[in-house]
């Protein structure tokens, strides 16, 4: 067993106020990944504006954050974290404000993508802040409380459709104003001052401008690929063909360049690179359904918005209660048992909803979302574990920018092949379907059954029959997409024996005992 080349961290003054500030600010931003989508109907009505321009509302968000997470750890190192956190809260609330108030599509996504770079910051560097703030023996506590800031993805519907129903989708926005303006407080008040490092070398423009390139589009491919029938467009040919140069010419400078813009040495590290790859899967499987499952409940069985939301809430329960336990049980039971029943957790209800109808009732609703919530709370913290295990302090800015861009750009990644499969799976299945709708099927000139409105006599009963088949080849595409995110749940599972074991030394009985430096890997 070695030791973790590290340096001993015992934690800041005031670890609780520090985590108030830095986790509320982080749940913001989360909050704002998904609180839009629901008022995106009502803000295209307020904009004159069609289905692809008011998707820029969206877009503009994902691409502007992907491109400045990078970005996060020489800022923090170059004029300090406490300084660039500041700077982050107080630009992302000045944003919001503008968002909520401006009265053309235009303003509002330059509005989108000023709140997305400052934004940006907050996810990665509260992470960072808060290794810092806890001694190394209570770090599975901070991951824990730190994950509750990532939980805002699941509280953004049922927010956003209060908010949009009962006031206005300007709300959405100006929410963030009174948290904002806390959090803000408790980072002036409460975040320790930090000396920044001494940096000989200036930043490295070609790195990050190719990364940059590469990464958005990337993620505008992936975003617009769906609406514009993939590689059919011009514009989706050109953006994967960009995308796929500038990555290049990333990893190409990245592995030649003396003193890089990413250190490479950080993917040597095979925890370090494993939790990469679980990361990865985390956004896959846990963001789409946060986006079919909705649609499904309103379009399919007719739930009201504020219904929707507040059926969605078991998985936010199901991943609160999952920090807690993962702090409880962190250094008592293997992180690899606890990856492996997350992983099981989300594959177990994604392969349940893959076998609902139309007349699911609302019990399985609520407990498939809450098995996921538990999933996808009981995955995140060993994963960090895992990841920082053996990253030295000087390294958690960057290590915690590259962990958070991963798990941002499979988000995006997992959102748009999910809607690519249920697309195809429905057109699929409705093109099965009208197979059977002729008048040598005796189920349709049935008189009984035809009385029920599924006949081919009248245009009013085509009407009906057109309906159901739509309902039916909608139902075939989400039961594809389930099964899919369910395979990809338990092919994870392998990954974890891949895992250096993790040792976490807990704190000692005695008041103000630690057993000296707390996390070793095999």
Known sequence: MAEVENTVNRGAEHPYLISMSVVLASL?????????????????????ATQDQISWVITSYIVASAIMIPLAGWLSNRFGRKRVYVLAVAGFVLSSIVCGSVSTLTFEVIARIAQGMCGAFLVPLSLAIMLDAFPEEEH?????????????SFIGPILGGVLTEYLSWRYIFFINIPFGIAALIGCLLFLPKDVPRKIKDKLDWFGFLTLAIGIASLQMMLDRGQRLDWFESGEIIFEGCLALVALYMFNAHVIMKKNPFLDPKLFLERNFFLALVLVAFYGLLTVPPMVLLPAFLEGLIGYEIVDVGFLQSSRGIGVLLAMFISNRIAGIVNVRIQIAFGLTCLGTSSLTIAFWTSDVGVWPILWTGFVSGIGSGIL?????LVAFSRVVAAKRNEGAAVF??????????????????????????????????????DALTNTPVASEGYSLETLNSLAVLEKEVDRQSQLQGYIASFFVLAIASFMAIPIVFLIRRVDIKRRGTRKGSSQGPPVGAE
Do not use: C
């Open 28 to 48: 913001l931003y989360s909050i704002d990944w998904t609180i839009a989508v629901v008022a995106l109907p009502h803000m295209q009505g307020a904009f004159s």
């Open 404 to 441: 958070n861009l991963i798990r941002t750009m499979f988000s995006s990644v997992g959102v748009s092949l999910m809607l690519a499969i249920f697309i195809y799976a429905g057109a699929t299945g409705r093109s099965e379907l009208v197979e059977h709708v002729n008048v040598f099927n």
């Open 380 to 384: 995140m913290v060993p994963a960090q």
């Open 140 to 152: 599975p506590k901070a991951m824990a409380i730190w994950g509750i800031g990532w939980a805002g």
